[in-house]
C-alpha cells in the first residue's frame, strides 16, 4: 500500500538510476515530489518529500555549504534526493547523504522528469485513494458494531480478524476486561520503546514494548499498546501483539478506528452503570429512609436482581485525603468521582454479593449475614476482614487517600437496615474521634462512648469526672501522665500490679510506687466498685473530650 524509496527503482524509467547513500533508509515511505527551484526549498517541506534537482540552485555553494544543505534536507525529513547532474554529483553531497542517512539516487541524464513525477505522484496517489477507501469500510464496519451495542468482545474480535494478530482489552490497573487469546493476557514488560520508526506517522498515541509471556515458556514479543480515554480521565488500554505480523499502515487504520468505537462504548456502558447506579440509590434511600413498604419496592428489587431475603448489616465507608480529616460538610458534598469510582471498583472485587450504592457522600453496602453467623457475631469478624482488605487494595491504587469504615447493628429483615445504617453512621464518626480516619469501627464495640456522645454540649461530661479524678489531673508533677497512664492500665487488668507492669514494661515494685502515690493524692478506695467504676467512666470522657479536641483542631 504504502509507495516507499526503494519502490521507485521499480519504475520503468528510473531502471538505470543507481543509489549513492543511504541505502540503509530505503524504507521510507513517500508522501509527494517535487523540483528543486531554489536553494532555500528546505523552508517550504512538510517531510516525506522526493526532491528533484540537477544542483543548479545551489552550484554556487561551496563544499561546506553543501554539506549544511544536504544535512538541512535530511533534518526536514525528505526522504529521498533524486539528481540528474550532467557534469557529475560532487563527492561532497554523496558523503553528506552517507553520513545523515539521506538516500541519494543518481537520475541517468537522459530521463526526464516529468517521466519520474508523473508515474510517482499516480502512485501516492493511488494509495491514498485505496487508504481512504480502506478507512471508510474500517469506520463503517465498527460504527455498525457500535450501533449493534455488540461490546468490546465483538470489536476486539473484529480487530484480531483485520490485523491477524491477538487483541487484549485492559482496565487502567492492567486487569484483563476480555482477550481474544488468554494465554498472552499475563506478560512480564522487558523494555518500553517509544520510538518506533515505522509508526512514526501515526498520530493517535500509543507506543511499543517488548514483553515475556510466562505461559508460552518465556517467549518474547512486541505490543502496540494504545491509551482509551473513557470517562473522568479513565483509561483503558488496548494491547495488539505482534506475535505473527509487525503491523503495516493499514493494521494501524483498523486499531485507530477500533480503539474510537472501544473509546464510545465505554463510554456508553458507563453512562448506562450511572443511571443503573442511580436507579439503586433510589431504593437504597427508599430502605434506610423506611419508605420501602410497597409492592413497587419489591417488583423493583427484584426486576436489578436484589436478594433481600434474610438478615442484613449496614457497612458505611468514607474516603478522605491522606494527613486531612473531613468535616461533616465536606461528607455531604460528597468525595470525588475517581475516588469513588476505585471504592466501587474495589467493594466489587471484594464483595460481588452485596446490595451497594450511596448516601450522603458515603459508599453504603449491605452485607448478608448467613443464618449460622448471626448468633456468634462471625459476621463482624468477615466484615472486618474484608474492609481491611479494600483498605489495602486501595492504599495500593492511591497512596493519598484513605478509608475509614463503620459497621451498623444486625438487622433481622431488609425493612430493618434503616435503623443498623443509623448505628454504621454513629460508628464511623465516633470512630474516627476515637481511633483514627482508617478505623474500622462496629457500633457493637462503641460501649459506654455511646451513652457518652448523646451529650450535645461535650462540657457537661467534665461534671461527671469523680472529685478523686480531677485531684489526679491537677497534680501539678511531672510525672503525672505516668500516673494517669498506670490507672487507666490497671483498671484495664482488674487491678493486678503484675500485669499493669508487664503491660507498661516497668519494674513491679515501681507499678505499686505509682499506685500508692495515686492514692496519696486522690483519696481513692481501690476496694470500692462504685467509686472505681465512676473512675473508669471519668477515665473515658477525659480520652474522648482529648480526642475530640484533636480532631476539631
Known amino acids: 500500500m504504502e509507495f516507499k524509496v526503494k519502490d521507485l527503482l521499480k519504475v520503468a524509467s528510473l531502471k538505470d538510476a543507481v543509489i549513492l547513500s543511504g541505502k540503509e533508509n530505503l524504507d521510507k515511505v513517500l508522501t509527494g515530489a517535487t523540483i528543486m527551484e531554489t536553494p532555500d526549498i528546505a523552508d517550504w517541506l512538510k517531510g516525506g518529500e522526493l526532491i528533484l534537482t540537477s544542483l543548479y540552485p545551489i552550484r554556487y555553494f561551496n563544499d561546506s555549504q553543501k554539506e549544511q544543505f544536504i544535512f538541512r534536507l535530511a533534518e526536514k525529513r525528505v526522504n529521498a534526493l533524486l539528481i540528474k547532474n550532467v557534469s557529475g554529483i560532487p563527492e561532497i553531497i554523496i558523503r553528506a547523504g552517507e553520513k545523515s542517512g539521506l538516500p541519494i539516487i543518481q537520475l541517468p541524464k537522459e530521463v526526464a522528469y516529468i517521466d519520474v513525477m508523473y508515474p510517482v505522484m499516480g502512485e501516492i496517489m493511488n494509495n491514498q485513494v485505496k487508504k481512504l477507501r480502506y478507512y471508510k469500510n474500517i469506520h463503517d464496519q465498527f460504527t455498525a ?323 478523686s479524678l480531677n485531684k489526679l489531673l491537677s497534680y501539678p508533677q511531672a510525672n503525672k501522665n505516668d500516673l494517669l497512664e498506670t490507672l487507666k492500665i490497671f483498671l484495664e487488668c482488674n487491678q493486678n500490679a503484675t500485669k499493669v507492669s508487664q503491660v507498661l514494661f516497668i519494674h513491679h515494685k515501681t507499678a505499686v510506687y505509682r499506685l500508692e502515690r495515686i492514692k496519696e493524692i486522690t483519696g481513692m478506695n481501690f476496694d470500692d466498685s462504685e467509686e472505681m467504676l465512676s473512675v473508669q467512666v471519668g477515665l473515658k470522657i477525659i480520652n474522648l473530650l482529648e480526642r475530640k479536641r484533636m480532631y476539631i483542631d
Request: aromatic residues 8%; charged residues 25%; glycine residues 6%.
Open 145 to 467: 458494531l457500535s450501533l449493534a451495542d455488540k461490546g468490546p468482545e465483538k470489536i476486539i474480535e473484529t480487530l484480531e480478524g483485520l490485523i491477524g494478530n491477538s487483541v487484549t482489552l485492559f482496565d487502567r490497573n492492567f486487569h484483563c476486561i476480555t482477550s481474544t487469546e488468554p494465554s498472552l493476557t499475563r506478560f512480564k514488560i522487558v523494555e518500553k520503546v517509544p520510538y518506533y520508526n515505522k509508526t512514526e506517522e501515526i498520530k493517535f498515541p500509543h507506543y511499543r514494548q517488548i514483553v515475556e509471556y510466562p505461559e508460552l515458556d518465556g517467549q518474547k514479543g512486541y505490543q502496540i499498546v494504545v491509551p482509551i480515554e473513557t470517562v473522568n480521565n479513565i483509561r483503558t488500554y488496548l494491547l495488539i501483539s505482534e506475535m505473527n505480523k509487525p503491523l503495516g499502515e493499514l493494521d494501524f487504520i483498523a486499531v485507530e478506528n477500533a480503539a474510537t468505537a472501544l473509546s464510545l462504548e465505554l463510554v456508553k456502558q458507563f453512562a448506562v452503570a450511572e443511571v443503573d447506579k442511580r436507579f439503586k440509590n433510589d431504593l437504597l434511600e427508599e430502605l434506610i429512609e423506611g419508605k420501602s413498604r410497597s409492592t413497587d419496592f419489591f417488583q423493583n428489587a427484584n426486576l436489578i436482581g436484589w436478594d433481600i431475603e434474610g438478615s442484613f448489616a449496614a457497612v458505611l465507608f468514607k474516603i478522605s485525603k491522606n494527613n486531612e480529616l473531613l468535616s461533616k460538610e465536606q461528607i455531604k458534598r460528597g468525595i470525588s468521582n475517581r475516588n469513588e469510582t476505585l471504592l466501587y471498583e474495589a467493594i466489587q472485587k471484594h464483595m460481588p454479593d452485596c446490595i451497594v450504592g450511596s448516601k450522603s457522600g458515603l459508599v453504603v453496602v449491605l452485607w448478608k449475614i448467613a443464618e449460622d453467623d448471626k448468633n456468634d457475631n462471625l459476621w463482624m469478624d468477615q466484615i472486618k476482614e474484608t474492609a481491611s482488605r479494600i483498605q489495602q487494595f486501595l492504599k495500593k491504587q492511591n497512596n493519598n487517600i484513605v478509608v475509614q469504615v463503620g459497621l451498623g447493628s444486625l438487622a433481622n429483615g431488609i425493612m430493618d437496615v434503616g435503623e443498623s445504617y443509623k448505628k454504621a453512621q454513629e460508628a464511623l464518626e465516633l470512630g474516627e474521634v476515637l481511633n483514627g480516619k482508617e478505623a474500622i469501627t462496629a457500633y457493637s464495640e462503641l460501649g459506654i462512648y455511646k451513652l457518652l456522645c448523646e451529650f450535645e454540649d461535650p462540657s457537661l461530661l467534665n461534671t461527671f469526672i469523680p472529685p
